[in-house]
């Protein structure tokens, strides 16, 4: 069996859960990937036969997204183009973990595909959103990267499709310790717009994992780490608790390691503010905004009990078994459901 396997790479989280799935799933066939986007900052241990430049994320200097990048640098012609060289006919399957350039080719072509990923629970109006939704927003996650089948991934199984997150194996297999150091991953914020309340907080040993920085150096209470998995890794398993912003795969991780979690989701990010809503419904401390009482913020969090949920993993085989049983075969995709799908 041929399996194509597209793969957005707008973040690390899309990477990050490839990279967990690929072993189970090259026991079903040969696995070609294809990816989109650059904005992750991984290292790609897959396999990847087709790339493209896709929709990248561009972001503001404090907690934002630039919307006037993002949509400078789309290039719709190229996409359509790329779209239309993939060879997507020769696959049996065809994952889509919410890539534009794929959606596109499957539609041109008519052919069936399975979105695989966390963008896929928001087909279900049951998966937590903000008080306020966004009708741009909802347009993106339920239009950006349409596909027949969706298999979806999120904190809670809000519906019957929607199953628990991909947890790397070593933290699955991990004994956890608490050394008190926070850990910071915030890539939407630059340094000098969280510097000051670090600093104030000299009794918190902090852990900032910030783009820039090429090798680990102590400056007072800080240690200043470059993004590396594997460095990012050690500190979540030892740390008291983690800052992150309003994405998916580290908050899960991280609740289910049952560590303290401060999620800041990006400005006008519309999927982090639904991750977001999904973890105040947990418990889980969410800032909409970094102001002056951010350290005051912190020393209350990092003093607190924490009360948030152990969530659990994805098996893995069971959910890929579940995808082949339902794909959608080619010759089961006739014209009716073409028409349905674009």
């Not at 991780?253 to 982090?272: A, D």
Request: aromatic share 12%; net charge neutral; glycine share 4%.
């Amino acid at each position: 069996m041929n399996i194509f396997y597209a793969v957005q790479a707008t973040g690390n989280g899309h990477i990050s859960r490839a990279q967990q799935i690929y072993p189970y799933l090259k026991q079903f066939g040969n696995v070609d990937f294809f990816i989109s986007g650059n904005n992750a900052n991984l290292d790609f241990k897959l396999p990847i036969k087709y790339r493209s430049e896709g929709c990248s994320l561009h972001y503001s200097k404090c907690g934002g997204l630039n919307y006037g990048d993002i949509i400078k640098n789309i290039k719709p012609f190229t996409m359509l183009k790329d779209a239309s060289s993939l060879p997507l006919e020769k696959y049996d399957v065809i994952i889509n973990d919410f890539d534009i350039v794929t959606s596109l080719a499957c539609k041109l072509k008519k052919l069936p595909s399975v979105q695989l990923g966390h963008q896929a629970s928001f087909q279900s109006d049951a998966t937590p959103r903000p008080d306020k939704k966004s009708v741009v927003g909802e347009t993106v996650l339920k239009h950006f990267a349409k596909a027949t089948n969706h298999i979806g991934f999120h904190f809670q199984s809000y519906d019957s499709f929607i199953l628990p997150p991909v947890i790397k194996e070593e933290f699955i297999n991990a004994d956890t310790r608490d050394l008190k150091h926070v850990t910071v991953y915030l890539p939407s914020f630059q340094q000098h717009c969280l510097l000051e309340a670090f600093n104030k907080l000299k009794h918190i040993q902090f852990h900032w994992f910030l783009a820039g920085i090429e090798s680990i150096r102590h400056e007072n209470n800080i240690c200043y780490y470059p993004i590396n998995q594997k460095l990012f890794n050690q500190s979540l398993l030892s740390c008291h608790g983690l800052i992150t912003g309003g994405g998916f795969e580290t908050p899960a991780e991280t609740l289910y390691l049952e560590k303290k979690l401060m999620s800041i989701p990006i400005k006008n990010h519309y999927e982090q503010q639904c991750n977001a809503a999904a973890l105040k419904q947990m418990g889980v401390t969410v800032l909409e905004e970094v102001e002056d009482d951010f350290s005051d913020i912190i020393e209350k969090w990092y003093s607190s009990q924490n009360t948030n949920p152990k969530i659990k993993a994805n098996n893995i085989n069971e959910t890929l078994q579940f995808l082949f049983d339902t794909y959608p075969t080619k010759k089961k995709f006739d014209n009716e459901e073409i028409a349905l799908f674009i």
